[in-house]
T-cell receptor, first 109, second 116 residues
């Protein structure tokens, strides 16, 4: 069983819609990352969270340490937001990450 | 410079070839990582170098040989690979801070490897 669970696996939205991706984890962590990967491409780190909430442009990430849960929100979604979004938790001081399976997001015009 | 640069971007090699993947960063990060990613799967950790020393080897076959010649450079030497080793190979680096270990992550754009 993966210690990091993401939902949904796939998501299709129309341009302008509000999108939420959820991540639950079952282990103690020191930080949680939200990552973005476009088809065939490398990974971009969107956020690193250890508590609370962060915002960057149209992206908002929240984490609840007690409930072991994080969410990534995309406001006013755009076709260029189409990508795989991956939740990853940092387990130890080496920076080793445990990844969720990813959420494929497609935003249609 | 806030990037991790990987070369080459694409590589096709035969099963008897020897090749190397290169990863470079100039952010002063003291931890560097190699990940392997198969299609539609999350990345899998292969190796961790901290302060130029191999810290973690996730039971990777010996046909993959990492090398960290200095704090900015990480290589992955490939020899006698199998077709199932075809994947996207990602390099990453992270900060270090006393008492906090390594944190933050910057990924490279990857090398798409095809073994024929």
């Amino acid at each position: 069983k993966n210690e990091v669970e993401q939902s949904p696996q796939n998501l299709t939205a129309q341009e302008g819609e509000f999108i939420t991706i959820n991540c639950s984890y079952s282990v103690g962590i020191s930080a949680l990352h939200w990552l973005q990967q476009h088809p065939g491409g490398g990974i971009v780190s969107l956020f690193m969270l250890s508590s609370g909430k962060k915002k960057h442009g149209r992206l908002i990430a929240t984490i609840n340490i007690q409930e072991k849960h994080s969410s990534l929100h995309i406001t006013a979604s755009h076709p260029r937001d189409s990508a795989v979004y991956i939740c990853a938790v940092r387990l130890d001081s080496w920076g080793k990450l445990q990844f969720g399976a990813g959420t494929q997001v497609v935003v249609t015009p | 410079d806030t990037e991790v640069t990987q070369t080459p971007k694409h590589l096709v090699m035969g099963m008897t070839n020897k090749k190397s993947l290169k990863c470079e960063q100039h952010m002063g990060h003291r931890a560097m990582y190699w990940y392997k990613q198969k299609a539609k799967k999350p990345p899998e950790l292969m190796f961790v170098y901290s302060y130029e020393k191999l810290s973690i080897n996730e039971s990777v076959p010996s046909r993959f040989s990492p090398e960290c010649p200095n704090s900015s450079l990480l290589n992955l030497h490939l020899h006698a690979l199998q077709p199932e080793d075809s994947a996207l190979y990602l390099c990453a680096s992270s900060h270090s801070r006393p008492g906090r270990g390594f944190y933050g992550y910057t990924f490279g754009s990857g090398t798409r490897l095809t073994v024929v």
